[in-house]
């Protein structure tokens, strides 16, 4: 199975079934073991297997979606991302670590809620952060957190771990979706330089790079696809069932009474959110991959829509068949 790591169509839920729940650990490691970082950085190989292992367990087993597994699928997101022939010969390795770390530790400790929910409900969190990127500063401030305990990067010089640490902080934050168009304009005044030269305009690639790794989704194949809408959705109600034992504004859209998969799907996040951010990609670094993922996302979409309108459909029909059954009764 880690054989086809470096393929679009790899499929994390099948590595998950086979290690039994952990495909995250697996994973990580073999891409540290592919990358050479261990000798390169001569890394303690049970130093680092348990830092692996305490961020596994920094991730909330009982979200549906934001868990290790997310985790894992968005690391190979980005190790297929950094691939690309136009990225890879320029990344020193302290930087691809940093991008296959930030990944593995982007969404660590996720409360399975969004930051509107932390927000009325008064958590801790959000007083702490003032309000901006709650979730990503949290993700963030846990990763440094383990990697300090860890002790694994201790007997790095300086700067290279100011480098490391600094590279994890900016990558992590770039994931709060809010911050998108910010980073997606950054992203197209570099695309008049298709070289990868400087630090800013490698670091906003592979923060482009990370942003389409933790979206990416909707470019899976249908089947990989569909489960992942299924787990954020039950995610979402599970936030609305909260919402309303707690008496919090509801959002609409995490109603399960009102809402379905397919409604959220096809909401808008597709087309406004995901189809931007990978068309540039495609724009920077047109490959194969990157045609998979803009054809996936288009033909998984319209398979969204078909679902909604017969659900639609369906709805229409029994309110025609009760309106029937009250003028006959
Ligand atoms: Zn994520």
Not at 204 to 212: D, F, M, N, S
Not at 258 to 287: C, H, N, R, Y
């Amino acid at each position: 199975l880690l054989a086809n790591v470096n393929k679009w169509s790899f499929n994390v839920f099948v590595l998950d079934w086979f290690t039994n729940g952990h495909s995250f650990p697996y994973l990580v490691t073999h891409l540290f073991h592919t990358y050479n970082f261990i000798r390169t950085f001569k890394l303690d190989a049970l130093k680092l297997y348990r830092t692996i292992r305490l961020v596994e367990l920094g991730y909330c087993k009982t979200n549906p979606y934001h868990n290790s597994l997310h985790a894992a699928d968005v690391v190979q997101a980005i190790h297929c991302n950094l691939l690309e022939e136009n990225i890879y010969p320029h990344m020193t390795s302290l930087e691809m670590m940093a991008a296959i770390l930030s990944a593995a530790c982007h969404d660590l400790d996720h409360p399975g809620v969004n930051q509107n929910f932390l927000t009325s409900s008064s958590h801790y969190l959000v007083s702490l952060y003032n309000g901006v990127s709650v979730l990503e500063n949290h993700h963030w401030k846990g990763t440094i957190s383990i990697l300090h305990e860890s002790q694994v990067f201790q007997h790095l010089p300086s700067h290279q771990w100011k480098r490391l640490t600094y590279l994890i902080e900016i990558l992590i934050l770039a994931t709060d979706i809010s911050k998108q168009q910010e980073i997606l304009r950054k992203f197209k005044v570099d695309l008049t330089d298709k070289h990868v030269h400087s630090h800013r305009h490698k670091q906003t690639i592979v923060q482009i790079a990370l942003k389409c790794a933790d979206i990416c989704n909707p470019c899976r194949s249908w089947k990989v696809s569909r489960k992942w809408s299924q787990l954020i959705c039950e995610e979402f109600f599970r936030q609305g069932d909260r919402e309303k034992d707690l008496n919090l504004p509801l959002t609409t859209a995490y109603d399960r009474t009102q809402s379905t998969t397919a409604k959220i799907q096809t909401a808008g996040f597709m087309s406004f959110i995901v189809e931007p951010l990978f068309i540039e990609w495609d724009k920077f670094s047109p490959s194969h991959r990157s045609k998979q993922m803009l054809l996936n996302l288009r033909c998984n979409r319209v398979k969204w829509a078909e679902i909604e309108k017969k659900e639609n459909e369906e709805v229409d029909g029994s309110i025609r068949r009760q309106s029937n059954t009250t003028l006959v009764s």
